[in-house]
């Protein structure tokens, strides 16, 4: 066992009835950094964090969070945003956040102290004493977020916390897991939005029908998988899956991110694009990590990669 890990699975396995949700599942996760959850609906990331929170317990083998081959004995250590959430609509913000930090060990007074620390943090001091009720979408999860870690956790674990946000939003929240990491903690997420994964992860774990399909740094994922074309262009992107060597496109229109063959001629594929296009940006690179799920999950999914959606579920 690894010390400098922060969760541990061992040949894990979880069923539901007939389904399978989780198929031996073996990983480590480092402390200490931010490791990102990928995969389509289904593919055992929620069922995985939940183990980690004791709320479903492994049909099979092992699991150890901080240290411990009992979770819920260390709970008081672990901030968890679920991906169902809601917030006591009548309750003042201030009171919802103290109740929140009580619930996990801390003494009244301390909880919020806290809490008023957290909100004046983030500009929301003047909101304290309004009702949860009186809160926009993105604010009601930024307060969760808030009560997730109000008693100075250890690990952070939220579930789609970007689900729904608009870009600010998502932007104040992209701000707390870096400080959270600035600060020494571990913070594990799922997330539907691949280029925000690609920036923030330390670490990645990309699920597939309940298994792993692969793991790692962001450098470790992307050694080995290829090239790509990454273009910005004017005109029309209906020859570009016949171009030699090029195997897979995603086109977002006037961008396009092309997957290259091994050896493919980067000089032939510009010669030939530029009797088509016109081109505004043209250079190489390796796989985003949007392209390297799409290779790995979207085409099992017999989706097409050229209009494949950034992350399913």
């Known amino acids: 066992m690894s010390e400098n890990a922060s969760v541990i699975f061992s040949n894990v396995s979880k069923s539901f009835g007939k389904t399978q949700a989780v198929k031996d599942l073996s990983f480590e996760l480092p402390k200490g950094k931010v490791i990102g959850f990928l995969g389509p609906n289904g593919a055992g990331k929620t069922t995985s964090i939940r183990m980690i929170m004791s709320i479903f317990h492994p049909d099979a083998g092992t699991l150890s969070v901080l240290g411990s081959k009992d979770p819920l004995s260390i709970k008081d250590r672990l901030g968890y ?18 109740y929140f930090g009580q619930l996990k060990g801390v003494d009244k007074r301390r909880a919020k102290d806290r809490a008023l620390h957290l909100l004046n943090e983030h500009g929301l001091a003047d909101r304290a004493n309004n009702p949860c009720e009186t809160l926009s979408k993105g604010l009601g999860q930024m307060v969760q977020i808030l009560g997730t870690i109000l008693h100075e956790p250890e690990l952070v674990i939220l579930d789609e916390p970007f689900s729904g ?47 792993k399909v692969l793991d790692g740094t962001i450098r470790e994922v992307k050694e080995g998988e290829g090239k790509s074309i990454h273009l910005d262009y004017v005109g029309s992107s209906k020859s570009f899956k016949s171009l030699p060597g090029v195997e897979r496109v995603i086109d977002f229109g006037q961008e396009a991110e092309l997957t290259l063959t091994e050896g493919a001629d980067t000089q032939a594929i510009l010669k030939l694009l530029t009797d088509q296009i016109e081109i505004r940006r043209f250079d190489t690179r390796e796989l985003s990590l949007r392209e390297i799920f799409i290779k790995h999950v979207g085409s099992e999914q017999g989706e097409s990669p050229l209009n494949a959606p950034a992350v399913e579920g």
């Open 81 to 98: 945003l679920p991906e169902e959430r809601g917030l006591y609509k009548k309750m003042k913000i201030i009171d919802l956040l103290t």
């Open 165 to 211: 946000l608009d870009a600010v939003n998502i932007e104040v929240i992209l701000k707390v897991i870096l400080d959270l990491k600035d600060a020494g903690k571990t913070v594990i997420f799922s997330t539907h939005i691949l280029d925000q994964a690609e920036k923030l992860c330390d670490s990645i774990l990309i699920f597939n029908k309940g298994e």
